[in-house]
């Protein structure tokens, strides 16, 4: 059974940072890629950021491209999304998943099970 505990989330102001984390169960985790997605109010999910199962890939959506960095530690289960120079419009509930292969779009999780997510929420 998959299980995904995202955390890290929270308020804060523009151009700030967080980092989010998120602990994976059910799956030999380093077996998978791994990726990171948002949704706002109103909106479908969307992928934010992808890592490869051994960590030496990664890709983003072009609204993040050069503000986050998303990694892994695969002894500990983890993935992280590091986010930086934060924006309003980043304001969402994130999600992280396992990665169907290969290592390209379209991101797809592996099933529909998803964790609680976490609350980013970015005011100006």
């Known amino acids: 059974q998959v299980q995904l505990v995202e955390s890290g989330g929270g308020l804060v102001q523009a151009g700030g940072s967080l980092r989010l984390s998120c602990t994976a169960s059910g799956r030999t985790f380093s077996d998978y890629h791994m990726g990171w997605f948002r949704q706002a109010p109103g909106l479908e999910r969307e992928f934010v950021a992808a890592i490869s199962s051994l960590g030496f890939r990664t890709s983003y959506a072009d609204s993040v491209k050069g503000r986050f960095t998303i990694s892994r530690d695969n002894p500990k289960n983890t993935v992280y999304l590091q986010m930086n120079s934060l924006k309003p419009e980043d304001t969402a509930v994130y999600y992280c998943?396992?990665?169907?292969?290969?290592?390209?779009?379209?991101?797809?999780?592996?099933?529909?099970?998803w964790g609680q997510g976490t609350q980013v929420t970015v005011s100006l």
């Open positions: 998943h396992y990665l169907r292969p290969p290592f390209t779009t379209p991101w797809r999780a592996i099933n529909d099970s």
